[in-house]
């Protein structure tokens, strides 16, 4: 199985940066989606001081690229009120609440999402009911998918977490082979949880965002490049469901 490689926080002011030590022989810097998060992958053996300088150096273009994430679309957190707005794999669907004297439920119709709970029952409860349910079809979709591209890769993945993610879509531990998807990919389209499905298996086969691993992804899914740009520039809920 891959290697994983240690790292650490370093602060630049307000600013944390994700180091990671890797057998390389020169810095890589990303900032990566949804939120911004800057992680820097350095030769092992480099000062601390050395990757601080360099840090230093890109602020100007870190802060570009994390302004351009933020300018993407924010939607305000659900209610799961009446005749609210939700998504489910890109479809936009309105809510419809039922009270039934019945075990909780969700069904999905062609434009609406209808909720069953019990009458009286609170926004908070609706909202664990809801985001029970979606956390459920996340996971039933991404099971599907994670076996089609372990097959394909020749890899093989451990256990799969569910979990609200701000700094994230998905990630993958090489050591444990453990997969961490983030809950709000169940709202938007299919092809772009295929994508995030396949970038964290393919690090059990290259842990780096190096050459091997784009070029991994680019015989395997071509269009990679474009399913992400697509799932970088939908909207974002403000917090996790």
């Not at 890109?90 to 969700?106: D, Q, T, Y």
Request: with cysteine; charged share 25%.
């Amino acid at each position: 199985m891959a290697q994983a490689y240690p790292s650490h926080q370093l602060l630049i002011g307000a600013l944390s940066v994700e180091v990671t030590a890797k057998p390389i022989k020169h810095l890589h810097l990303s900032v990566v989606p949804p939120c911004g998060a800057v992680r820097i992958s350095a030769p092992e053996g480099m000062s601390t001081d050395h990757v601080r300088a360099y840090a230093i150096g890109k602020l100007a273009w870190i802060r570009r690229q994390q302004a351009r994430f933020q300018k993407q679309q924010r939607e305000s957190p659900r209610l799961v009120v009446e005749r609210e707005s939700h998504h489910l794999w890109g479809s936009r669907l309105l809510l419809e609440i039922r009270n039934v004297k019945a075990a909780p439920k969700v069904e999905v119709h062609p434009r609406k999402l209808v909720l069953f709970v019990r009458p009286g029952s609170t926004a908070e409860k609706r909202q664990s009911i809801l985001a029970g349910w979606y956390r459920n079809e996340l996971r039933k979709e991404a099971t599907i998918l994670i076996n089609k591209w372990q097959q394909r890769l020749n890899v093989q993945a451990n256990k799969l977490f569910i979990q609200a993610m701000t700094r994230q879509w998905g990630s993958c531990n090489p050591v444990s082979g453990n997969i961490r998807l983030n809950t709000q990919l169940a709202q938007k389209p299919k092809e772009c949880l295929d994508y995030v499905v396949l970038h964290e298996l393919a690090h059990l086969r290259v842990p780096s965002h190096g050459e091997e691993f784009i070029a991994l992804l680019d015989n395997y899914l071509p269009e990679w490049e474009e399913r992400r740009r697509l799932l970088n520039t939908l909207p974002l809920l403000c917090s996790g469901s």
